[in-house]
C-alpha cells in the first residue's frame, strides 16, 4: 500500500445505470434514478468499498448534461456515506473535465475517475495539463489508462509524471499489459488499480491494491472476497474462486461489455441490468446466448460452494 493520504483501494463498482421506457427521452430511454439507487444500496450492502458513476459502464456519453450530474447525487445519496463515491468525470478537454468535477465536489462525491483527454489523441504535455487543471478542484483523482478507447497510452512514465500531480493518488489500469503494476510500483507512489475483470488476480498478485471495474455489479459479494483472499496471501483460495469466474469476466475486456454486465445482472437476478442507450444496441443472439450461459455456470459453481 503506498502512503498516499487517501487511498482508493478495495472494490470500488463502475456501475451500471438503469433506464426506463419513456418514448418522450433520448433514445426512447429515461433515467430511472429509483433502480439505480437500489443498485448502489446493494453493492454497498454487500461490501464493495464504493461506487463509480459516470464511467464507461454507466453511459455517461450518453447522458444529457441534467441526467449525467443527478446520477451522482443519486449515487452519494444512496451511498450516505457508507462507502466511496468516485465520479467520472472525463471530457474532451480540462475544461470540461474540470467542469464536471467541481459539479461532483458539490454534490458530494469523495473523487474522480479521469480519463486523459478523450476524442483528442493529446500529447504528453497536454495530458499532464489536463490532470493538472482537474486537481485545481480540490478532490483526489484516480487517472484512468484505457488506450483501447481513447487512443492515448498513459506508459509508466507517464504514470510516474501524473504522480507527481498534486490530488493524483491512483491509476486505473486497462491496458491490458500486467506487466505494468509492477514496474509503475517500481517507479512512484501511486496506487495502481485493477481495471480489467479478466486480469483482477493476476493484477492484484503483482501489487495493485484495488479493483475498480465491472463485474462486481454481479458479484459483489464474491468480488470482495476475491480481493480480500488475496490481500490477506491467501493466493490459493483465491485461484479457486477466480477460475469459477474469470470466463463470464472476459466480457468487461470486449466491446459489448456494457450491455454483456447487464444482461449478467439481469441472469442472476439480484438487480437490475435492461436495456442500454444508443450508440449501443442489443446482443446479437450469438452474444447473447454466450452471456446468459457463462453466467449461469457461474452461478452454479458459486452456489455449489456455499
Keep these: 500500500m503506498s502512503q498516499n493520504p487517501f487511498d482508493l483501494g478495495g472494490v470500488i463498482v463502475a456501475t ?9 427521452a433520448p433514445g426512447g430511454l429515461a433515467v430511472d434514478y429509483d433502480k439505480f439507487a437500489e443498485h448502489c ?9 464504493g461506487v463509480g458513476p459516470n464511467g464507461s459502464l454507466g453511459e455517461y456519453s450518453s447522458l444529457t448534461d441534467e ?3 443527478r446520477v451522482v447525487q443519486v449515487a452519494v445519496e444512496a451511498v450516505d456515506g457508507r462507502g466511496l463515491v468516485v465520479a467520472g468525470a472525463h471530457g474532451v478537454g480540462w475544461h470540461q473535465a474540470q467542469h464536471w468535477a467541481r459539479l461532483a465536489k458539490e454534490d458530494g462525491a469523495d ?25 485545481e478542484v480540490g478532490l483526489p483523482i484516480m ?33 491490458g499489459d500486467v506487466r505494468r503494476v509492477m514496474e509503475i510500483n517500481d517507479r512512484c507512489d501511486i496506487d495502481v488499480i485493477a481495471g480489467a475483470d479478466d486480469l483482477l488476480f493476476e493484477s492484484l498478485v503483482a501489487g495493485a491494491v484495488g479493483w475498480f471495474a465491472g463485474y462486481p455489479n ?56 435492461g436495456r442500454t442507450r444508443p450508440p449501443r444496441g442489443p446482443l446479437s443472439p450469438e452474444h447473447e446466448k454466450a452471456v446468459r450461459e457463462e453466467t449461469q455456470r457461474a452461478l452454479d459453481a458459486l452456489a455449489a460452494r456455499d
Design 16 to 24: 451500471t445505470l438503469a433506464f426506463k421506457e419513456d418514448p418522450s
Design 41 to 49: 444500496n446493494w453493492l454497498i450492502e454487500n461490501g464493495c468499498r
Design 67 to 69: 441526467e449525467r450530474r
Design 111 to 135: 473523487g474522480v475517475l479521469l480519463l486523459p483527454p478523450i476524442v483528442y489523441r493529446a500529447n504528453t504535455d497536454e495530458i499532464l495539463e489536463h490532470y493538472r487543471r482537474v486537481s
Design 143 to 175: 487517472a484512468y489508462n484505457n488506450p483501447i478507447d481513447t487512443k492515448v497510452d498513459l506508459t509508466p512514465d507517464i504514470v510516474e509524471q501524473l504522480a507527481e500531480i498534486e490530488n493524483v493518488v491512483a491509476i486505473k489500469e486497462f491496458s
Design 218 to 273: 454481479v458479484f459483489p459479494r464474491e468480488a470482495v472476497e476475491l480481493y480480500e483472499l488475496v490481500t490477506k496471501g491467501d493466493i490459493a483460495g483465491a485461484k479457486a474462486l477466480y477460475e469459477q469466474l474469470v470466463p463470464v469476466f472476459r466480457w468487461d475486456s470486449r466491446t459489448e461489455f456494457v450491455q454483456a454486465i447487464k444482461l449478467s445482472i439481469d441472469v442472476a437476478g439480484n438487480s437490475f441490468g
